[in-house]
Each structure stands twice: as C-alpha cells, then as structure tokens.
C-alpha cells in the first residue's frame, strides 16, 4: 500500500496522502491571513495536529517496509517527510509546514498507472514520457511559486504587513517575479527580502527558458532509442 501504487489500495493510499499534503498547504496559508478568529486558529491547530499524525504513521510505514532503512531516512523524500512533522513534536518555533509542497513531486508515480507490454511501450512511450515531463514541471513551477510566496513573507511581512499580509497576497509578488513580469506594484525593501528576491529571479529566468530545451533534447533522445 505504501510503496506500490500499481494496486488499487496503492493508488488510493497515495491520492489521500497527496490531497491531505494539499489541505495542510491551505491551512497553513489560512494562518497567516490577518484578524481571523480564535476559534477558526484553534480549528486550524487540531487540523495540523491531525494531519502531523497522518503523516508521522505513513513516515513510520516507509521506514519500515524500506529495504534499506538508513537510505530512506537520508534520501531526499526521507528527509523533506521527517522535516514536515519534525517541528511540529519540537515545538522549536521553526515552521517548515511548507516543505510538505516537495512531498507533491510524489504524485508524478501515480502517471504510471498501467504497465503495457514492451511492443506496446513502444507506441505510447513518446505521449507517456511528455507527459510525465510536463507534469514534473508544472508541480515544480507551482512548488517554487509557493515557497516563493511563503518566503517573501517572512522577510517583508514585519515592515510591510500592508503589501504582504498574507501568503496569499505574497503570491501575487511571487507570480510577477518568477515570471520576471516585475510590475512594481509591491516589493521588497528589507535586505534579507532583495537577497531573496535576487533567487528567485535567477529560479525564475531558469523556469521560464531552460526547461523547454531540456525536455525537447530529451523527448527526442527517447525517440531515437524506442526507434
């Protein structure tokens, strides 16, 4: 169920895992949104505390079904999993909720729902292998939007909670700015904000341009060796 998403329990385990990873996203937006009530903050607490032990028991499982524990734990996913619960036991005051967005690079596997044949791949590998690129890169697009938004609040909230509110009203400066739009109409003015501001603009010049190249290079090399 944990690891083999070709089952029917498998898919359906790794949808819920991804639609919970997509709650708690919300959820931690909705906290940053200003003057909202004691009660709704309380709700949105016991929905963290839910979601956490969601995924501390699926953490648990993959540790245990890996066939190399120590690998897992030190792999990437191994450590972006840990790092989204981790604080939450810590109580340190670091909020890495917003790691959970690379958990959603997960859903890429679930394209690979059905296996055909070795003739059969043949004929399907091109639209199959576009397909998988394209997503890869739009959850990556929309992963980098995200902690681009996440990001700049943080800097930029303190001295201007006008402009940046909230995630939410951050998104629209990540927007502009990973689109290399820039309209001006909010940005940064603290140091740690320009700096921030200086990557994600190099991120988004990449974003925009590379990967077009990359995935054209490659659909063709893929061509050539099904041919």
């Known amino acids: 169920m944990v690891e083999d998403n070709n089952t ?5 385990f790794e949808i819920f895992t ?19 009530s004691a009660e709704l903050r309380t709700n949105l607490f016991w929905f ?32 972006v999993d840990l790092l989204a619960i981790l604080p939450f036991y810590l109580a340190t005051g670091l909020d890495l909720r917003s790691v959970r967005a690379f958990r959603l690079l997960r859903l890429v596997r679930i394209l690979k729902l059905v296996r055909y044949s070795a003739a059969s791949q043949r004929f399907y590998r091109a639209f ?18 995200y902690l681009a938004g996440v ?20 998104l629209w400066w990540a927007v502009a700015t990973l689109t290399t739009v820039g309209y001006g ?12 501001t200086f990557f994600i603009l190099i991120i988004g010049l990449g974003v ?20």
Not at 8 to 12: E, K, L, V
Request: aromatic share 14%.
């Open 208 to 227: 925009v341009s590379i990967p077009a190249g990359m995935v054209a290079s490659a659909l063709s090399k893929a061509r050539e060796m099904e041919d």
């Open 48 to 79: 963290e505390a839910v979601t956490v032990f969601i995924f501390t028991v699926e953490y648990i499982a993959r540790v245990a079904v890996a066939d190399s524990k120590v690998r897992y734990i030190f792999s990437f996913f191994g450590m």
């Open 18 to 36: 991804q639609i919970m990873i997509v709650l708690s996203l919300v959820s931690f937006s909705v906290e940053t949104l200003p003057n909202i």
């Open 8 to 12: 029917a329990i498998g898919r359906r």
């Open 128 to 145: 199959i292998i576009a397909k998988e690129e394209l997503t890869l890169f739009l959850f990556a697009s929309l992963i980098i939007l």
């Open 185 to 196: 109409d909010i940005y940064p003015i603290t140091v740690g904000g320009k700096i921030f």
């Open 151 to 170: 990001g700049i609040y943080y800097f930029e909230n303190p001295v201007q909670p006008e402009a940046f509110s909230s995630i939410f009203h951050s």
